[in-house]
């Protein structure tokens, strides 16, 4: 499991459509709770372009 979580691929993925539903959930559901999930997307969006950088790096 943790080779597939860590492919290229999955952590574009993970990245992009986190990164998607943070900038959206806010307008979407309403009070603390839209505020809270993009929180929490946004932290795993984070999550995996920290991985992608330190990938693009060490391939280097």
Known sequence: ??????????LWFL???????????????????GVMTAVGMGVV???AGVSLVRGRRAGA
């Open 45 to 47: 969006s984070l999550g």
């Open 15 to 33: 990245f992009l459509f986190n990164l998607a539903v943070a900038a959206v959930a806010p307008f979407v559901v309403d009070g603390s709770q």
């Open 1 to 10: 499991m943790k080779s597939l979580l860590s492919s290229r691929p999955v």
